[in-house]
């Protein structure tokens, strides 16, 4: 087994770090934090969802946030969507990719979206379709791949299954997504061998939180797989308000402090992720979670003194 030379980093602070926040964040914070996170190299960053406001209140201000940032070249800015009603709002608003999202669990993809999961691939068809119409880029999420919070374990097939139904409908990219942080690296491993035997790894992306310390050991597991694309959020932010217990997404800082020592290219510069961490965990008032921005912001500190 070798490591990919080059990960691309997906950033989703903007949209799956700030969804759980309970503290309205303003557009013009939201927007400065964009900008600061295209300015460090990275290459995708989802900046917001089109859901409903009733479910997901932090990203009502998604046209403002979207419209107001400063789009980088080469650097590309999907949104979430659940729906049809999301994907033409999103257009509107002049998107260019958007991303879809389902699970292999009925009882999550009830209590994240009120609908079952051959209903939300239904939607995820049509959303597909229209995309197609429109030269929109769609990228695929699979929540609660190693695990739900209603349901327990989830069998590596169901995913594999379903990762391939959405490949077949439409998507460039599946990523897999371990919503609650649960999983494991043994389990991490049979999840992707079984998943790629379904679909190319060139087309897969993993996902982790890291609920119980687990996730860069998993992400080690992922690129021993094959695996290139890798999502993260600054400062670790995030969780998903439909499942409890859910702590931040792996922090970007600790990834590519990662990827760096093993020599692996991303494109994205330390010093740069680390500022614009400590500037949205600054607003919000909360200790960044990543133990690399703590570490470089106090080594940066010291070196004043
Ligand atoms: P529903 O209540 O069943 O929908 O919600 P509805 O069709 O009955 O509509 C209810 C209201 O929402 C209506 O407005 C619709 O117009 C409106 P009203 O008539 O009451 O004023 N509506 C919308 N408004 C804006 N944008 C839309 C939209 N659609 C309907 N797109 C729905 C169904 C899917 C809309 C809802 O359940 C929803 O928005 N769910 C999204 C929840 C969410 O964003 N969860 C977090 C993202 S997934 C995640 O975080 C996991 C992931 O990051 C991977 C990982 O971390 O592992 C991807
Ligand atoms: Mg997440």
Redesign the pocket.
Known sequence: MSFPTFVKMVE?SPR?GL?NEATLVPADIKIAFINALSDTGLSVIEAT????????PQLADNLSVFQGITQKKGVSYPV????L??FK?ALAAGVKEV?V?TTPSEQFSQH????TVAESVARIAEVITAAQANNIRVRG?L??VLGCPYEGEISPYAVADLAEKLLQLGCYEI?L???IGVGTPAKTKILLETVKKKIPVEQLAV?F?DTYGQALANIYVALECGVHVVDSSVSGL?G???AKGATG?VASEDVLYLLNGLGIETGVDLKKLVSAGQYISNYLQKQSQSKVNLAVTASTMNSKK
Request: net charge negative.
């Open positions: 989703v799956d969804q969802s089109f859901v409903s406001a009733k479910w997901v979430l969507v659940p729906n009603a999301g709002a991303a999202f994240n979206t009120n609908c999420y929540s609660c990523s997504g371990d919503t996902h939180h995030g998903c308000p439909y997404n």
